[in-house]
Every structure is written in C-alpha cells, then in structure tokens.
C-alpha cells in the first residue's frame, strides 16, 4: 500500500530562518505528491504538486518543493519564514482508486507541526 | 456557497449514540471525499463518492460506519452506536471533475470534530 512518511513530528524555526520540512513516500509507479498546510480551526489548503516535468516545484507563499526519485523524497523549503507560517503541514500521495478512469484519493503522512520562535 | 460546509462544526456524544455529519459540496461537484483525521494524525481516507455512486468505502472502520449522497450533492456521514475510538474531525472534500486532483483542485472543508465521552 502506498504511504508517506514525515520523520518529523514538530520543528521550531526562528522567524527568518529557512526551513525544511521532509517528506518520504512509497508508491510503485510515478507519484502524485503534495503539500498541504493547515492552521488552527482551517481547512486544508494545497501548498504545491508534483506530477511530472521539472523536479522543483513552486508554491504559494513562497514555498518551494523538490522531487528525488532515488531519494523517494519530496522535501518542502522556504528560505525564510514568517511568523504566519506556523501551522501543522502535510505530505500526501495521490493513489488511484480502483475501477475508476483516473480518479484518486490522497494519503497523508501523520504531520508535521511548525512553531515560529519571534 | 463558496466553499464546501459541514455540519455540525462540533458534535460531543455519549458512548453508544448515533451520529450524523453533513457535507455540502461545492455546487456540481462530482467527487466526494470523507476523511477521518484523528488528535495529531494526519487524514486518513474513509470513501469515495462519484455522483451518487460510492466507488471506494474500504477506508470505513467498521460497519459502524455508513455515508451516502442520495442525489449526487450532499453527503451524509452516519455513525452508529459511537465508540470513543471514533472521536476525531472528519473532514469531506469535493473537486469538479474525478481527475481534478491532478489540477490540485480539491477543495476542503473546515470539519466535524466528533468528541465521544
């Protein structure tokens, strides 16, 4: 079965500082990758995908996110964060659903929770 | 509306009662997620709806759990005789098309938070 794994489960970055958050999957085939944020009481909102093309994929709010195959990762960056950064982030990978023509549903990875130190 | 609404936005039940949780999806949405996201847990896939049609429901739990979309708009998601276990948000998510996840548009709502006392 597919999954997705976030190593980490909580980081503290000084507001201003880059940041990484990393990401592993597993899936078979050519993946679906995607970041999602989401802050207290929100939904979840799509940060950046990944299907195909160029390895290095752009986001809103500044962030950015890179494809390795050989690494079966999908690390997300920002150079520098803002203190309204803070939020929980997910990785996910889009699996298909079967008996279906192309329809897929998202696996999450457990999270990863962003404090900002002012 | 705007986006996709659920209801209720908080719901505490005691153990054993039946639950009920509304999704309305963005209007002429076809697919239609639900999602179970436990305290500290990312969200984990429950079904899939495809107009009225459930394609995928091997992420319910158990036979507890039961969600329809009678008409292909607004999904039910029932729990019955709840357990404590089952406390979590569940979230529903709609998108136009059932490849629109390949254009990253799928749209989430804010969740149900399900507390079992």
């Known amino acids: 079965a597919q999954s997705v794994t976030q190593p980490d489960i909580h980081i503290t970055v000084s507001e201003g500082a880059s940041l990484e958050l990393r990401c592993n999957y597993s899936?078979?085939?050519?993946?679906?990758l995607f970041w999602y944020v989401q802050s207290p009481g929100q939904g979840l909102q799509l940060l950046l995908k990944?299907?195909?093309?160029?390895?290095l994929v752009q986001g809103i709010k500044g962030f950015e996110a890179e494809f390795k195959r050989s690494q079966s990762s999908f690390n997300l960056r920002k150079p520098s964060v803002h203190w309204s950064d803070a939020a929980e982030y997910f990785c996910?990978?889009?699996?298909?659903?079967?008996?279906?023509?192309?329809?897929?549903?998202?696996?999450f990875g457990q999270g990863t929770r962003l404090t900002i130190n002012p | 509306g705007a986006g996709v609404s659920q209801s209720p936005r908080y719901k505490v039940a005691k153990r054993g009662q039946d639950v009920a949780l509304r999704c309305d999806p963005i209007?002429?949405?076809?697919?239609l997620f639900w999602y179970q996201q436990a305290l500290g847990q990312g969200p984990e896939f429950l079904t899939y709806?495809?107009?009225?049609?459930?394609?995928?429901k091997s992420g319910l739990p158990s036979d507890r759990f039961f969600a329809e979309r009678p008409e292909g708009s607004v999904s039910t998601l029932k729990i019955q005789r709840t357990q404590q276990e089952d406390s979590a948000v569940y979230l529903c998510?709609?998108?136009?098309?059932?490849?629109?996840?390949?254009?990253?548009?799928?749209?989430f709502g804010e969740g149900s938070r399900l507390t079992v006392l």
């Open positions: 998510a709609s998108s136009p098309r059932p490849t629109s996840l390949n254009t990253g548009e799928l749209f």
């Open positions: 899936y078979g085939a050519t993946p679906y």
């Open positions: 990944y299907f195909s093309g160029d390895t």
């Open positions: 996910a990978v889009g699996d298909r659903i079967a008996h279906t023509e192309g329809a897929q549903k998202l696996v």
């Open positions: 209007s002429g949405h076809v697919s």
């Open positions: 709806f495809q107009n009225e049609a459930q394609l995928d």
